[in-house]
């Protein structure tokens, strides 16, 4: 495989199962997914931990990697998703994570991704503005704060699974916002 494969070509590639296409991906894109890990959890083997795990669930989904439209992007949020959930099976304390620091991680960013990372950015915000207010006042708390379920339950006498309810809520619509306004 070479690096003139198109991110296209080398999902399709993917969803066939090829290792030669997959190692291109890891190829292209380890250094980027450990830097962000690293950033936010500051342990060399904790960011490679969470490389490994991606690379893997990578391997795993790769049929669903099709519908992928632009894989940097892709990568990102799985990164932070990954550091979040890292963070919490080893209930360390969560940093707010913070699109601007995820970008100055990589220093090989073309404009046109960083437009449209700000792009997605500010969509985002819109679809949280958009929840209802105490749905969007608990959200925030988990994301923007870092709190977990027990303390935002604690801060606003809410029950826990209400919490957990409000989240999943405010992920589905954020979701849906995002989704029919691409």
């Known amino acids: 495989m070479n690096n003139l494969l198109s991110e296209e070509d080398l999902r399709e590639l993917l969803a066939q199962g090829s290792q030669d296409a997959f190692k291109e991906l890891y190829n292209r894109y380890w250094k980027k997914i450990y830097k962000i890990a690293l950033t936010y959890l500051k342990q060399s083997q904790e960011a490679e931990d969470i490389v490994q795990n991606i690379f893997i669930k990578l391997w795993l989904k790769r049929s669903a990697l099709k519908t992928v439209q632009c894989m940097d992007s892709y990568l990102r949020v799985v990164t932070c998703n990954e ?32 437009t449209i990372s700000r792009e997605s950015a500010a969509l985002i915000s819109k679809a949280i503005e958009k929840l209802p207010p105490q749905r969007r006042h608990i959200f925030k708390l988990s994301r923007e704060q870092g709190l977990s379920y027990d303390q935002i339950a604690s801060r606003t006498g809410i029950v826990r699974e209400t919490v957990k309810k409000h989240i999943v809520r405010a992920l589905v619509s954020i979701r849906q916002y995002l989704e029919v306004n691409k």
Do not use: C, F, G
């Open 83 to 114: 550091v979040i959930s890292y963070m919490r099976k080893h209930q360390l304390p969560q940093i707010p994570l913070d699109p601007n620091l995820e970008l100055s991680a990589d220093d090989s960013l073309l404009p046109h991704t960083v």
